[in-house]
């Protein structure tokens, strides 16, 4: 799975202005999380279409990235989060970022960004969630 980060102004209207751009080019947005941080907003989201989303999202004046994430399916209970934090941080791995995603009556599924995503997935391996390859544009 991968994921978009875009660092944009805090300012009115931002957000409608940010999924417009994706809209105006039919790309479907799974998942988005949405912070402001002082002057600052960051937005982190998955897309049906990540190149086509990257191209809407620059010709509109907003810089994105793209990262490649890892999925987690964990049980739904206190401190599940944290023993996966702890597991990276005891292989010497750091947690840049980490999304819950879904939940259910059982089930938590969160994505992940970690400085190696090759390591992290086999330190993870028995609560990873193995996904088809993304389609491309």
């Known amino acids: 799975m991968k994921q978009l980060t875009v660092l ?25 999380d949405v912070e ?4 600052h907003g960051i937005v982190v989201m998955s897309v049906d279409r990540y190149d086509e989303a990257l191209r809407a ?8 990235i793209t990262q490649d994430t890892l999925l987690v399916r964990l049980e739904d209970r206190p401190g ?7 597991r990276l941080r005891d292989a010497g791995l750091d947690l840049r970022s980490m999304h819950i995603l879904r939940r ?15 390591r992290a ?17």
């Not at 599940?80 to 702890?86: H, I, N, S, Y």
């Not at 997935?121 to 544009?137: F, Q, S």
């Open 80 to 86: 599940a989060l944290a023993a996966v934090a702890l």
């Open 57 to 64: 999202l620059s010709d509109h004046g907003f810089r994105a």
């Open 36 to 39: 402001s941080v002082a002057d």
């Open 104 to 118: 259910d009556a059982t089930t938590t599924t969160a994505s992940l960004v970690c400085s190696d995503n090759a």
């Open 121 to 137: 997935a086999e330190v993870l391996r028995d609560v990873l969630v193995v996904e088809r390859p993304a389609e491309r544009d």
């Open 8 to 32: 944009v102004p805090n300012e009115h209207g931002i957000a409608a202005r940010l999924t417009a751009a994706l809209a105006e080019r039919g790309i479907n947005i799974e998942e988005i």
